[in-house]
C-alpha cells in the first residue's frame, strides 16, 4: 500500500505555492518534471525555483539526478500501488563536491484534481555515511585489541601454570 499525502490544493499555503520547509524537497509531475521545489533545495543546490521548474529530474543540479534507478523506482510509483524503498545516491556535485544523498519518495494526490505528482524528499548523508564508516573502523580496532588482550592473558596464564607444575614436582612433602 502507497503512502499517499493529500494536499488540499496545490495552490493554497498548504500546497506547493507556499512550500516553506527547511529540507530539500521537490514535487514532480508524472514525467518527473520540476513542479515545486523548496526553498532549502534551491539554496543547497544553487539554483533558482523558476529555472528548475518544468525541468525534469534528469536536467537539475547540473544532471546529478540523471540515475536510471531512481527513476524507474520514482515512476513505479504510479504504476504499483506500493511504496518504493528509500534510494541512495552518491554523486559529486559542482559546489558541493561528493556527496551522499537519500532520497524518499510518495505519491501526492490532490483533493480537487485529478493528477500524479511525486513528493521527493533529500537528505544529504555524507557526514552520517563518513561516520558510521569510522565508527565501524573503531569497533574493528577494539575487536583486534580485545583478540590481543586475550591472547596475552592466555599466554601469562601458560607461563604461571607452566611454574607452578615446575614447583610442584621439585617440592617434596610427606602427603606426596
Given amino acids: 500500500m502507497t503512502n499517499n499525502l493529500h494536499v488540499p490544493n496545490p495552490e493554497t499555503p498548504q500546497g506547493p505555492a507556499g512550500m516553506n520547509t ?5 514535487i514532480l ?3 518527473l518534471r520540476v513542479v515545486a521545489a ?3 533545495f534551491s539554496t543547497t543546490y544553487s539554483t533558482q525555483a523558476d529555472d528548475i521548474l518544468n525541468e525534469t529530474l534528469g536536467k537539475i543540479a547540473s544532471g546529478a539526478f540523471q540515475n536510471p534507478d531512481l527513476q524507474g523506482g520514482l515512476l513505479a510509483l504510479f504504476s504499483h500501488d506500493r511504496d518504493v524503498p528509500p ?4 554523486r559529486v556535485f559542482p559546489k558541493l563536491g561528493p556527496r ?4 524518499n519518495a510518495s505519491r501526492l494526490v490532490y483533493a480537487d484534481q485529478p493528477g500524479k505528482h511525486i ?3 533529500i537528505e544529504d548523508v555524507t557526514d552520517r555515511r563518513a561516520l558510521d564508516g569510522e565508527k565501524n573502523e573503531l569497533l574493528r580496532q577494539k575487536d583486534f585489541l580485545l583478540e590481543e588482550m586475550n591472547h596475552r592473558v592466555s599466554n601469562s596464564l601458560q607461563i604461571i601454570a ?3 607444575m ?6 617434596s612433602s610427606p602427603e606426596t
Fill in 38 to 40: 523548496s526553498p532549502a
Fill in 22 to 26: 527547511e529540507q530539500c524537497v521537490l
Fill in 119 to 121: 513528493l521527493m524528499q
Fill in 166 to 171: 615446575l614447583k610442584a614436582r621439585t617440592v
Fill in 87 to 90: 534510494f541512495e545516491l552518491g
Fill in 162 to 164: 607452566s611454574i607452578l
Fill in 29 to 31: 509531475d508524472s514525467k
Fill in 100 to 103: 551522499t544523498l537519500l532520497i
